[in-house]
């Protein structure tokens, strides 16, 4: 656990100095948004169809930047080494990357969602409680994943196709689940959603621990 | 400076490696590799690029897994207790495994968290040893190449490891930076911690080293008697024994 916090607030404190990751993520997602919105630019009663495909779009392929991004960092003056020789659980450093992952998104959603609502004339202040579970259900099992596979990938020449290609066929399942969950959030509210998020739950715990279990067998060598 | 406790066996090597091999790709770079490495002494690694030293150092390490043989720290089996013998290593590569964007500090303060080093007195120390106490606010991207070695060093000797593996530690130094990274190594070696250091420069290894052991393709071809020769000795010998440049 105290290794965890430290790799956390080390990876933080570099992320507030340097503000590159959630910079980059957030001109992204933006940029994301803006298109996907006015390229539908659906009418009124139309727009809320359109906003799970754009949050979810925006959310994968920011997400997928920023994943690999946090390892990169590791990579240079091979600090991974560094982190490898110390008398750790290799599970912290998973547990801290999955922990940073998911705050660096969580903060792109905060840029997303307003916009997305804004762009796509939707008020999702009704539902934004229920709105930030999905989110937060869909994110946690998104970077469960992608974390796992961006360290097999970021010593890879190939890694910004590798990632994807590993990444992607399994995280159907999540996406499936966390388009319906949202769209289900914006019509009927959470009682709507429930089989969807079960399935997010499913995926978040099934994947966690099969993070945290494989990770050490792949920090070795 | 007192040394990582533990329960170590008292008449053991401080590391000791028995028939390490490992390939790449089916291309064998160590061959069956055997050493030994006694508290308070410098053993210098000699030899061409492509030897197999990195490698040997990253194993030694606990960074690679060998292909065969075995690696002993205080007489007990590292790999079988990782975290353990981690606690008895410090390693230095190629590069300082210090973040650029934190300060000398700020990098210290982190690796002292992972190795459980309580005693804040512990990075004064080190960043007064070290010579960068009025430069450790700064992020080490501004720095010095010299000055990010230095702080790599802080960082592998933080948590008073018994057994010190440096990497090429004097490349892209210049001639004063050497001077104090070999003063400093003296230092470390007289308080008795073992020192094994991968060096290019012939005359550098025969002044630092109290044992120079030359490796080609993947083995040990040579170790020198306790009397190290001197730089043009020992650079005729690595020319003869392994085609080296002295």
């Given amino acids: 656990m105290r290794a965890t916090l430290a790799i956390v607030r080390k990876d933080l404190r570099i992320e507030w100095r340097t503000r590159e990751t959630a910079t980059t993520l957030a001109v992204l997602g933006v940029l994301l948004v803006t298109v996907l919105a006015f390229a539908h630019d659906p009418d009124p009663e139309a727009a809320p169809l359109f906003v799970p495909a754009v949050l979810w779009s925006a959310m994968v392929f920011t997400g997928l930047l920023g994943v690999e991004r946090g390892f990169l960092l590791e990579r240079e003056q091979d600090c991974l080494a560094g982190l490898r020789g110390a008398p750790i659980d290799p599970t912290a450093l998973y547990a801290a990357k999955l922990v940073v992952n998911v705050l660096l998104l969580g903060a792109t959603h905060a840029v997303v969602v307003p916009l997305t609502g804004l762009f796509l004339h939707v008020d999702l202040f009704p539902v934004l409680a229920p709105l930030a579970l999905v989110l937060l259900l869909g994110t946690v099992g998104f970077a469960a994943v992608a974390t796992l596979f961006a360290f097999v990938t970021v010593r890879l020449r190939s890694r910004q196709v590798m990632l994807p290609l590993l990444v992607l066929p399994l995280l159907i399942p999540l996406l499936i689940a966390a388009v319906k969950a949202t769209e289900a959030v914006l019509g009927a509210g959470l009682a709507g959603a429930r089989d969807a998020l079960g399935v997010l739950v499913s995926f978040d715990v099934i994947f966690v621990t099969a993070g945290a279990l494989l990770f050490p067998a792949i920090v070795r060598d | ?246």
């Avoid at chain 2, 030897?51 to 690696?71: F, M, Q, V």
């Avoid at chain 2, 004064?124 to 070290?130: F, G």
């Avoid at chain 2, 004097?170 to 003296?186: H, M, V």
């Fill in chain 2, 1 to 246: 400076m007192e040394r990582a406790s533990g329960s170590a066996l008292v008449s053991a090597p401080a590391l000791e490696a028995r028939g390490v091999s490992r390939d790449f790709g089916g291309r064998p770079v160590l061959r069956g590799v055997d050493l030994s490495l006694a508290a308070g002494e410098t053993v210098v690694l000699l030899g061409p690029n492509g030897a197999g030293k990195s490698t040997l150092l990253r194993i030694l390490a606990l960074l690679l897994s060998p292909r065969d043989g075995t690696i002993l720290i205080q007489g007990r089996d590292a790999r079988a207790a990782r975290p353990p013998a981690l606690r008895h290593i410090g390693y230095l590569g190629h590069e300082s495994a210090c973040y650029p964007d934190l300060t000398a500090r700020e990098n210290l303060e982190f690796y002292a968290e992972l190795f459980g080093v309580d005693d804040a007195s512990r990075i004064d120390e080190l960043l007064e040893w070290t010579g960068l106490a009025e430069a450790a606010g700064r992020p080490l991207r501004t720095c010095s190449r010299g000055m990010v070695q230095r702080v790599g060093l802080a960082r592998a000797l933080l948590h008073r490891p018994s057994v010190l593996l440096l990497d090429e530690p004097f490349t892209g130094l210049d001639p004063a930076a050497s001077e104090a990274l070999d003063e400093r190594l003296r230092a470390v070696r007289a308080e008795g911690c073992a020192v094994l250091a991968a060096v290019h420069d012939v005359p550098r290894a025969a002044a630092l080293a109290t044992r120079v052991l030359v490796l080609h393709a993947g083995r040990i071809v040579w170790t020198s008697p306790a009397v190290v020769p001197d730089a043009a000795g020992l650079a005729e010998i690595y020319r003869a024994r392994a085609g080296g440049r002295g």
